[in-house]
């Protein structure tokens, strides 16, 4: 079952959101205070990220039920 999900492409989009995912993360919180932004800016970006975070959730869905990939399976 799992042989047949890394022959996908969406396996790999979320794969690749998930990267830059946290490579936003880590971004922001290396440079927060450097960042001179109005507050109504950082409302903007933590919903940005609350959307892209949402999005990488509906992937874990979608992969989970087309392909039977859990990978909280493989870690538990």
């Not at 790999?12 to 998930?18: I, Q």
């Not at 507050?39 to 609350?50: A, E, G, S």
């Amino acid at each position: 079952m799992f042989e047949t999900v890394y022959t996908k492409p969406s396996f790999y989009a979320h794969l690749l959101t998930g990267i830059i995912l946290l490579f936003i993360l880590v971004i922001i919180y290396l440079y927060y205070k450097k960042i001179n932004i109005s507050l109504y800016q950082k409302l903007i970006l933590l919903l940005l990220i609350t959307i892209i975070i949402g999005l990488h959730g509906i992937s874990h869905l979608l992969l989970e039920i087309h392909y039977g990939f859990n990978p909280l399976e493989k870690i538990f």
